[in-house]
Protein backbone atom coordinates (compact mmCIF):
# COMPACT_ATOMS: atom_id res chain seq x y z
CA UNK A 1 0.00 0.00 0.00
CA UNK A 2 2.88 2.32 0.02
CA UNK A 3 5.85 3.25 -1.86
CA UNK A 4 9.16 5.15 -1.09
CA UNK A 5 9.42 8.54 -3.14
CA UNK A 6 12.77 9.02 -1.19
CA UNK A 7 14.95 8.11 1.27
CA UNK A 8 12.78 9.52 4.43
CA UNK A 9 9.78 9.79 1.93
CA UNK A 10 6.62 7.37 2.45
CA UNK A 11 4.05 8.34 0.54
CA UNK A 12 0.20 5.83 -0.07
CA UNK A 13 0.19 5.10 -3.64
CA UNK A 14 -2.05 7.19 -5.68
CA UNK A 15 -5.53 5.33 -6.33
CA UNK A 16 -6.28 5.42 -10.12
CA UNK A 17 -9.58 5.18 -11.73
CA UNK A 18 -8.47 3.73 -15.03
CA UNK A 19 -11.65 4.24 -17.32
CA UNK A 20 -11.52 2.26 -20.79
CA UNK A 21 -14.08 0.66 -23.36
CA UNK A 22 -17.18 2.98 -23.27
CA UNK A 23 -19.98 2.85 -25.85
CA UNK A 24 -18.61 4.94 -29.42
CA UNK A 25 -17.56 3.12 -32.07
CA UNK A 26 -14.42 3.45 -30.98
CA UNK A 27 -14.47 1.41 -27.95
CA UNK A 28 -11.80 -1.92 -29.16
CA UNK A 29 -9.10 0.95 -29.40
CA UNK A 30 -10.08 2.89 -26.06
CA UNK A 31 -9.66 -0.90 -24.62
CA UNK A 32 -6.82 -1.60 -25.87
CA UNK A 33 -5.38 1.88 -24.82
CA UNK A 34 -6.15 1.32 -21.50
CA UNK A 35 -4.69 -2.00 -20.95
CA UNK A 36 -1.41 -0.55 -22.67
CA UNK A 37 -1.61 2.50 -19.34
CA UNK A 38 -2.22 -0.22 -17.18
CA UNK A 39 0.75 -2.28 -17.76
CA UNK A 40 2.81 1.28 -17.23
CA UNK A 41 1.42 2.22 -14.66
CA UNK A 42 4.15 2.55 -11.82
CA UNK A 43 2.66 -0.44 -9.78
CA UNK A 44 4.90 1.54 -6.49
CA UNK A 45 2.82 4.44 -7.21
CA UNK A 46 -0.64 3.38 -8.05
CA UNK A 47 -3.37 1.54 -6.92
CA UNK A 48 -5.65 1.06 -9.95
CA UNK A 49 -9.25 0.75 -10.25
CA UNK A 50 -10.70 -0.71 -13.72
CA UNK A 51 -14.03 0.56 -14.56
CA UNK A 52 -15.81 0.11 -18.22
CA UNK A 53 -18.29 3.17 -18.17
CA UNK A 54 -20.68 0.76 -20.34
CA UNK A 55 -21.17 -0.95 -17.08
CA UNK A 56 -19.56 0.01 -14.78
CA UNK A 57 -21.06 3.81 -14.35
CA UNK A 58 -22.75 3.51 -10.83
CA UNK A 59 -20.14 1.65 -9.69
CA UNK A 60 -17.65 4.71 -11.06
CA UNK A 61 -19.83 6.97 -9.16
CA UNK A 62 -20.10 4.87 -5.51
CA UNK A 63 -16.46 5.28 -5.78
CA UNK A 64 -16.22 8.95 -6.65
CA UNK A 65 -18.93 9.63 -4.26
CA UNK A 66 -17.24 7.90 -1.33
CA UNK A 67 -13.76 9.28 -2.09
CA UNK A 68 -12.53 6.08 -3.04
CA UNK A 69 -10.52 7.35 -5.89
CA UNK A 70 -7.77 9.69 -6.34
CA UNK A 71 -7.72 10.52 -9.45
CA UNK A 72 -9.41 9.85 -12.92
CA UNK A 73 -7.28 8.59 -15.98
CA UNK A 74 -9.85 8.22 -19.00
CA UNK A 75 -8.54 5.94 -21.50
CA UNK A 76 -11.65 6.78 -23.64
CA UNK A 77 -12.02 7.55 -27.13
CA UNK A 78 -14.94 9.14 -29.28
CA UNK A 79 -18.81 9.85 -27.56
CA UNK A 80 -19.98 9.71 -23.99
CA UNK A 81 -15.97 9.72 -23.45
CA UNK A 82 -13.63 11.94 -25.37
CA UNK A 83 -16.55 14.74 -25.87
CA UNK A 84 -17.04 16.30 -22.66
CA UNK A 85 -20.16 14.08 -21.31
CA UNK A 86 -17.61 12.25 -18.48
CA UNK A 87 -15.12 15.18 -17.98
CA UNK A 88 -18.78 16.98 -16.49
CA UNK A 89 -19.46 13.58 -14.08
CA UNK A 90 -16.16 14.20 -13.06
CA UNK A 91 -16.67 17.83 -12.53
CA UNK A 92 -19.30 17.15 -10.55
CA UNK A 93 -17.32 14.92 -7.87
CA UNK A 94 -14.59 17.53 -7.78
CA UNK A 95 -12.40 14.64 -8.72
CA UNK A 96 -8.89 15.28 -10.63
CA UNK A 97 -8.97 14.05 -14.14
CA UNK A 98 -5.86 13.52 -16.87
CA UNK A 99 -6.66 15.09 -20.51
CA UNK A 100 -8.56 18.05 -21.20
CA UNK A 101 -11.37 19.60 -19.17
CA UNK A 102 -15.77 19.30 -20.28
CA UNK A 103 -15.99 22.51 -22.26
CA UNK A 104 -12.40 21.54 -24.94
CA UNK A 105 -13.15 18.22 -24.59
CA UNK A 106 -16.83 19.58 -26.46
CA UNK A 107 -15.66 21.98 -28.71
CA UNK A 108 -12.50 19.58 -29.78
CA UNK A 109 -14.74 16.76 -30.65
CA UNK A 110 -17.58 18.63 -32.60
CA UNK A 111 -15.27 19.29 -35.62
CA UNK A 112 -17.36 22.07 -36.88
CA UNK A 113 -17.58 24.13 -33.38
CA UNK A 114 -13.26 23.41 -33.40
CA UNK A 115 -13.06 25.23 -36.44
CA UNK A 116 -15.10 27.98 -35.95
CA UNK A 117 -12.64 28.55 -32.58
CA UNK A 118 -9.60 28.29 -34.62
CA UNK A 119 -11.25 30.70 -37.35
CA UNK A 120 -11.29 33.24 -34.45
CA UNK A 121 -7.69 32.32 -33.32
CA UNK A 122 -6.46 33.04 -37.08
CA UNK A 123 -5.47 29.00 -37.34
CA UNK A 124 -5.88 28.10 -41.09
CA UNK A 125 -8.20 25.06 -41.35
CA UNK A 126 -9.46 23.71 -44.64
CA UNK A 127 -13.08 25.42 -46.48
CA UNK A 128 -15.87 23.18 -44.87
CA UNK A 129 -19.83 22.43 -45.07
CA UNK A 130 -21.58 21.27 -42.55
CA UNK A 131 -24.15 18.20 -43.99
CA UNK A 132 -27.50 16.66 -42.31
CA UNK A 133 -30.59 14.85 -43.63
CA UNK A 134 -32.76 17.94 -43.57
CA UNK A 135 -30.44 20.40 -45.60
CA UNK A 136 -29.50 20.51 -49.22
CA UNK A 137 -25.67 21.82 -50.46
CA UNK A 138 -25.47 22.78 -53.89
CA UNK A 139 -22.94 21.04 -55.68
CA UNK A 140 -21.69 23.97 -56.75
CA UNK A 141 -20.29 25.07 -53.48
CA UNK A 142 -17.91 21.73 -53.14
CA UNK A 143 -14.52 21.15 -54.37
CA UNK A 144 -13.31 17.85 -55.83
CA UNK A 145 -11.89 15.48 -54.12
CA UNK A 146 -13.18 16.48 -51.00
CA UNK A 147 -13.32 14.89 -47.47
CA UNK A 148 -16.49 13.74 -46.09
CA UNK A 149 -16.32 12.59 -42.09
CA UNK A 150 -18.78 12.37 -39.33
CA UNK A 151 -18.80 15.49 -37.33
CA UNK A 152 -18.38 14.04 -33.71
CA UNK A 153 -15.65 10.87 -34.16
CA UNK A 154 -12.11 10.30 -33.91
CA UNK A 155 -9.62 7.49 -35.04
CA UNK A 156 -11.23 8.67 -38.75
CA UNK A 157 -14.23 6.23 -38.30
CA UNK A 158 -16.32 6.97 -40.79
CA UNK A 159 -14.36 8.81 -43.16
CA UNK A 160 -14.43 9.08 -47.32
CA UNK A 161 -12.39 11.01 -49.60
CA UNK A 162 -14.54 11.86 -52.31
CA UNK A 163 -12.93 12.40 -55.99
CA UNK A 164 -16.27 12.47 -57.70
CA UNK A 165 -19.98 13.92 -57.38
CA UNK A 166 -21.11 10.39 -57.99
CA UNK A 167 -19.53 9.43 -54.93
CA UNK A 168 -21.25 11.82 -52.49
CA UNK A 169 -24.34 10.73 -51.47
CA UNK A 170 -22.26 6.85 -50.68
CA UNK A 171 -20.39 8.89 -48.44
CA UNK A 172 -22.39 11.53 -46.83
CA UNK A 173 -24.39 8.36 -46.01
CA UNK A 174 -21.83 6.44 -44.75
CA UNK A 175 -20.50 9.03 -42.52
CA UNK A 176 -24.10 9.77 -41.02
CA UNK A 177 -24.28 6.43 -39.50
CA UNK A 178 -22.22 7.57 -36.85
CA UNK A 179 -24.46 10.65 -35.86
CA UNK A 180 -27.00 13.10 -37.01
CA UNK A 181 -24.33 15.77 -38.75
CA UNK A 182 -21.24 15.22 -41.45
CA UNK A 183 -18.48 17.60 -43.05
CA UNK A 184 -17.58 18.16 -46.33
CA UNK A 185 -13.76 19.61 -46.23
CA UNK A 186 -11.92 20.62 -48.98
CA UNK A 187 -9.19 17.88 -49.91
CA UNK A 188 -6.01 19.46 -49.12
CA UNK A 189 -2.87 18.00 -50.86
CA UNK A 190 0.47 17.39 -49.20
CA UNK A 191 2.48 15.91 -46.33
CA UNK A 192 0.36 14.34 -43.34
CA UNK A 193 1.92 15.73 -40.08
CA UNK A 194 0.96 15.15 -36.08
CA UNK A 195 2.19 17.34 -33.42
CA UNK A 196 1.91 16.31 -29.93
CA UNK A 197 1.54 18.99 -27.13
CA UNK A 198 2.06 18.46 -23.21
CA UNK A 199 1.32 20.61 -20.80
CA UNK A 200 -1.34 22.80 -19.41
CA UNK A 201 -0.64 26.98 -18.45
CA UNK A 202 2.75 26.56 -20.35
CA UNK A 203 2.72 23.62 -22.72
CA UNK A 204 5.71 22.30 -24.89
CA UNK A 205 5.52 20.60 -28.15
CA UNK A 206 6.96 17.28 -29.01
CA UNK A 207 9.17 16.20 -31.96
CA UNK A 208 6.70 16.28 -34.87
CA UNK A 209 5.67 12.97 -37.12
CA UNK A 210 5.36 12.64 -40.82
CA UNK A 211 2.81 9.80 -41.90
CA UNK A 212 2.93 7.87 -44.84
CA UNK A 213 0.34 5.34 -44.64
CA UNK A 214 0.92 2.18 -46.66
CA UNK A 215 -2.44 0.56 -46.59
CA UNK A 216 -4.96 3.16 -47.37
CA UNK A 217 -4.68 6.58 -49.29
CA UNK A 218 -4.79 8.26 -45.94
CA UNK A 219 -4.13 7.90 -42.33
CA UNK A 220 -7.38 6.15 -41.90
CA UNK A 221 -8.75 3.75 -39.37
CA UNK A 222 -6.28 0.70 -40.55
CA UNK A 223 -3.35 2.72 -41.27
CA UNK A 224 -3.74 3.90 -37.41
CA UNK A 225 -4.11 0.84 -35.54
CA UNK A 226 -2.97 -1.90 -37.77
CA UNK A 227 1.01 -3.05 -37.05
CA UNK A 228 2.52 -1.56 -40.35
CA UNK A 229 -0.65 0.35 -41.19
CA UNK A 230 1.96 3.44 -41.75
CA UNK A 231 5.20 4.37 -41.88
CA UNK A 232 5.87 6.80 -38.85
CA UNK A 233 8.58 9.29 -38.78
CA UNK A 234 9.90 10.83 -35.78
CA UNK A 235 11.30 13.35 -35.57
CA UNK A 236 9.65 14.57 -39.10
CA UNK A 237 12.10 15.42 -41.75
CA UNK A 238 11.15 18.71 -42.15
CA UNK A 239 13.66 21.74 -41.43
CA UNK A 240 13.83 23.42 -37.94
CA UNK A 241 12.28 26.61 -39.21
CA UNK A 242 9.04 25.08 -40.35
CA UNK A 243 9.11 22.00 -37.43
CA UNK A 244 9.10 25.65 -35.16
CA UNK A 245 6.29 27.09 -37.04
CA UNK A 246 3.80 23.66 -37.16
CA UNK A 247 5.07 23.17 -33.38
CA UNK A 248 4.23 26.58 -32.27
CA UNK A 249 0.41 26.33 -34.34
CA UNK A 250 0.31 22.91 -32.57
CA UNK A 251 0.45 25.44 -29.32
CA UNK A 252 -1.79 28.25 -30.10
CA UNK A 253 -4.61 25.23 -31.42
CA UNK A 254 -3.95 23.41 -27.80
CA UNK A 255 -4.67 26.74 -26.27
CA UNK A 256 -7.50 28.03 -28.39
CA UNK A 257 -9.88 25.02 -26.65
CA UNK A 258 -8.30 25.73 -23.19
CA UNK A 259 -7.08 21.95 -23.71
CA UNK A 260 -4.83 20.47 -20.56
CA UNK A 261 -2.47 17.17 -20.08
CA UNK A 262 -1.58 16.00 -23.78
CA UNK A 263 -3.21 16.45 -27.06
CA UNK A 264 -2.48 15.89 -30.40
CA UNK A 265 -3.19 18.23 -33.61
CA UNK A 266 -3.10 16.61 -36.94
CA UNK A 267 -1.96 18.38 -39.96
CA UNK A 268 -1.82 18.50 -43.55
CA UNK A 269 1.54 20.34 -44.67
CA UNK A 270 0.91 22.15 -48.18
CA UNK A 271 4.26 22.86 -49.66
CA UNK A 272 5.57 25.66 -46.95
CA UNK A 273 2.03 26.14 -45.14
CA UNK A 274 0.38 24.14 -42.24
CA UNK A 275 -3.38 23.20 -42.37
CA UNK A 276 -4.66 22.19 -38.95
CA UNK A 277 -7.17 19.20 -39.74
CA UNK A 278 -8.57 18.85 -35.76
CA UNK A 279 -6.96 18.02 -32.38
CA UNK A 280 -7.77 15.00 -30.41
CA UNK A 281 -8.15 15.57 -26.68
CA UNK A 282 -7.27 12.04 -25.83
CA UNK A 283 -4.81 10.62 -28.03
CA UNK A 284 -4.13 6.72 -28.32
CA UNK A 285 -1.88 5.06 -26.10
CA UNK A 286 -1.69 1.48 -27.81
CA UNK A 287 1.30 -0.01 -29.11
CA UNK A 288 0.98 1.65 -32.31
CA UNK A 289 0.31 5.44 -31.03
CA UNK A 290 2.10 8.48 -32.12
CA UNK A 291 1.78 10.08 -28.65
CA UNK A 292 4.24 7.96 -27.08
CA UNK A 293 6.51 7.89 -29.97
CA UNK A 294 6.80 11.88 -29.84
CA UNK A 295 7.43 11.55 -26.29
CA UNK A 296 9.80 8.95 -26.60
CA UNK A 297 11.76 10.75 -28.95
CA UNK A 298 11.93 13.50 -26.51
CA UNK A 299 13.50 11.29 -23.80
CA UNK A 300 9.82 10.81 -21.96
CA UNK A 301 9.36 6.93 -21.89
CA UNK A 302 6.07 5.90 -21.49
CA UNK A 303 5.52 5.43 -17.46
CA UNK A 304 7.16 8.33 -17.20
CA UNK A 305 4.83 10.18 -19.91
CA UNK A 306 2.27 8.77 -17.83
CA UNK A 307 3.83 10.12 -14.56
CA UNK A 308 3.41 13.59 -15.96
CA UNK A 309 -0.49 13.67 -16.83
CA UNK A 310 -1.19 12.43 -13.79
CA UNK A 311 1.00 15.39 -12.13
CA UNK A 312 -1.33 17.84 -14.69
CA UNK A 313 -4.20 16.59 -13.67
CA UNK A 314 -3.89 17.15 -9.79
CA UNK A 315 -2.22 20.83 -10.87
CA UNK A 316 -5.56 21.85 -12.48
Not at 151 to 158: E, P, T, Y
Request: glycine share 8%.
Amino acid sequence: MFWCGGKDKIMKKLRVALLLGGKSAEREISIKTGKMITKNLDKKKYQVFLFDPARDLLKLANSLKKKKIDVVFPALHGTFGEDGTIQGMLELFGIPYVFSGALASALAMDKDMAKKVFKKEKIPVPKHFVFTKNNYISLKKIKFPCVVKPLSQGSSVGVTIVTAPSQLKKALKYALEFGPRAMIEDFIEGREVTAAVLGNSKPQALPLIEIKPKVSKFFDYSAKYEVGGSEEICPAQINSVLTKKIQDLAIKTHMALGCHGVTRTDLILHGSQPFVLEINTIPGMTKTSLVPQAAAAAGIDFPELLDRLIELAREK
